[in-house]
């Protein structure tokens, strides 16, 4: 699949305003620096359309953008910044959980994870969340020109062995990013087309 073209549609908090259109919806969503913003830029091949910062939880809202007029790619606020108010975290956590409990059109979620960090409760129990209520996610792992390859698979292997030792009977699916070197994206926006084929043919 190529992306031809990217646009922004919206942003809002409340899942009821969102796009009423019935296409398929991929969200991406993880911890506050783990470069999200980028990852879109790069899966996109669009230098800005997610705005990066580096202040750490500038995304704020839930934000639409419309690819190849056919599927809606959708950039979540971050969780688990510590320079964010109890207050704020609420709210976020309630309109995200309401988002994926309730929004039909979702496909797939993505929790992006650092891959150069052992790993880490608030992403493990985000994982579980969703596990339970059945929401179908994958992991991206980002950041990986920062390490070696054998350090990538260890990292791997430590997010494996810590989720089958939890709730999982087998590790979910899941893809090796790097944004500056453009790292997994044809593997990312593959599996995105072949799941809006089969919608398709289904």
Known sequence: ??????????????VAKCPKNPIPEYAFIGRSNVG?????????QRKSLAKTSGRPGKTQLINHFKINDEWFLVDLPG?????????TKRVFQKFIT??????????CGFVLVDIRHEPQ????????????NQIPFCIIFTKADKLRPSQIDKHVEAYREKLLEDVWEEMPQHFITSSSKAIGRDEVIK???????????S
């Open 121 to 132: 409760k608030v992403d493990l129990e985000f994982m579980q969340w969703l596990g339970e």
């Open 191 to 201: 599996f995105i087309g072949q799941i809006n084929k089969d919608l398709k043919n």
């Open 79 to 87: 969780y688990g910044y510590a320079k964010t108010s109890k207050t």
């Open 36 to 44: 999200k913003s980028s990852l879109i830029n790069m899966l996109t």
């Open 98 to 107: 309401e988002y994926f409990s309730k929004r039909t059109q979702l496909v």
């Open 1 to 14: 699949m190529k992306i031809k073209s990217a646009e922004f549609v919206m942003s809002n908090s409340d």
